[in-house]
């Protein structure tokens, strides 16, 4: 498809299926029109060809069987062959041509033709004059003319055999006896049609709108798989439907497995790390600060444990934003005392956010520190919500990143800033975290020139 179709097609398959049946339906009625006009042009010519032959007959019976023009009975057949204004004949024989005025000329195109040459032996042809029936006289045939005002005229031309010779007679008129009644059946005709597209139009709508349905169910039914609400779709659907449906189940199936043996390797992990975080607890019980940060540790591995014990949860957990941020900030604020680092968390609002509360502090807890270790003086997070979303910005006013190394800095186990004791997996953890619970993270500069990390969460339901 060219970049011209593109810009004119509707973007959606809805709006492409209206507009293609649309046109097709236009088509289709301009098709239906033209070969309408066509046959009624065709009906009303041969009615007027009709009318020509009955005058032919007229001029028959004013031609005698030797060929010469009755006149007497000619003036008797006038006032019938100018009962319309604008018709014209003309007869023409070996004797002479009588015709009414201004006969029009005629155009190239079929003539009549000529009588059949008499046999030796057999009788000569029947008089001439009367209908034109039996074997003495040939088809009539049509042909085009005009008038000496350059009008359009019709024409039907028949040969008459006689004894001195063919005799051609010729019945002409006006083309306006067509197109008359053609126009006149043309505005019923473009009203009827008109009538006959928005039926259609209408038909089709109300077609692809039931057309759609099943896929606007399928759609509610990914819909309540993404919201927890559900662990499959329906794969009762149309014929044309019910592959897909498949489809989509294994795809949510093998995920599942895949999420299955995450969460196995997480407990595998969090289970090694157990015995020795509680034996470092009991080596720093007399350290509270450094205990503190042990105790959240092991609440961290027993929470990873309690997720691997369990099944996916049926409905999103809620976490208090502006608790879990307070708390961060506190814990943040003591690692990195010995710098004397500003913490600004006025822009804050009282939201829940569609997360657990662990995935939450160890998200914001990264962006937190991330931020606290490249900054200069001043470390700021501010929140807002809008339309279900709710969007938190921790910034700093260190170094930043460059445009050309923020997707770069999201990778696992890459480290744009070799100074210090990070591992490079603190920006991907965040965005993994964000994407596994419907949201993103967006890099960005901070005002003070430093880093901006904007976490895009959905807003937790029934949340003040």
Do not use: C
Not at 284 to 297: G, H, Q, Y
């Amino acid at each position: 498809m060219t970049l011209i179709q593109r810009s004119i097609l509707p973007a959606s398959i809805h709006g492409r299926m209206l507009l293609i049946s649309a046109l097709a339906t236009l088509v289709a009625l301009a098709v239906a029109g033209m070969a309408i006009l066509g046959v009624l042009q065709g009906f009303v010519t041969r009615g007027l060809d009709q009318r020509l032959d009955a005058e032919l007959s007229l001029l028959a019976t004013a031609v005698r069987p030797d060929g010469a023009i009755d006149k007497p009975r000619l003036a008797q057949v006038r006032a019938a062959l100018a009962a319309e204004p604008g018709w014209r004949w003309r007869i023409a024989s070996p004797g002479g041509i009588a015709s009414s005025a201004d006969f029009p000329e005629v155009e190239d195109g079929p003539l009549p033709p000529p009588p059949p040459a008499p046999i030796a032996g057999r009788a000569p042809p029947p008089p001439v004059g009367g209908p034109l029936e039996g074997p003495r006289a040939h088809a009539p045939q049509p042909g085009e003319g005009h008038d000496a005002d350059g009008r359009r005229v019709h024409m039907r031309s028949v040969s008459l055999p006689s004894t001195a010779g063919p005799v051609t007679l010729t019945a002409a008129a006006p083309w306006a006896m067509v197109q008359k009644p053609v126009r006149g059946a043309l505005l019923p005709l473009l009203a009827i049609l008109a009538i006959l597209g928005a039926v259609l139009g209408g038909a089709a709508l109300v077609q692809l709108r039931l057309g759609l349905r099943p896929l606007r169910r399928l759609r509610a039914d990914v819909a309540a798989v993404r919201d927890g609400r559900a662990h499959t779709v329906a794969e009762d659907q149309p014929e044309e439907l019910r592959p897909l449906a498949t489809e989509l189940n294994a795809l949510l199936q093998d995920n599942s497995r895949t999420l299955a043996t995450a969460r196995a390797s997480a407990a595998n992990l969090a289970h090694a790390l157990k015995t020795p975080v509680a034996a470092l607890a009991l080596e720093l019980r007399d350290d509270p600060p450094r205990a503190a940060l042990v105790d959240r540790l092991y609440g961290t591995i027993r929470h990873h444990l309690a997720r691997a014990r369990n099944a996916v949860t049926e409905r999103r957990a809620a976490a208090p934003l502006a608790e879990t941020i307070a708390d961060l900030l506190g814990t943040v604020a003591q690692l990195h005392a010995d710098r004397a680092l500003a913490f600004d968390d006025t822009a804050q609002i009282n939201v829940a956010v569609a997360i657990e509360r662990s995935d939450l502090e160890e998200l914001l807890g990264n962006l937190l520190d991330n931020a606290a270790r490249h900054a200069a003086s001043r470390v700021a997070i501010a929140t807002t919500a809008q339309d279900g979303t709710v969007r938190i910005t921790v910034s700093d006013d260190g170094p930043g990143i460059p445009v050309a190394d923020r997707l770069r800095a999201t990778a696992p186990g890459v480290r744009l800033d070799e100074r210090g004791d990070g591992d490079g997996f603190g920006l991907a953890i965040v965005r993994d975290l964000a994407e596994l619970n419907g949201g993103r993270l967006l890099l960005d500069e901070s005002p003070g020139g430093g880093l901006a990390a904007t976490v895009e969460l959905p807003r937790a339901g029934g949340a003040s």
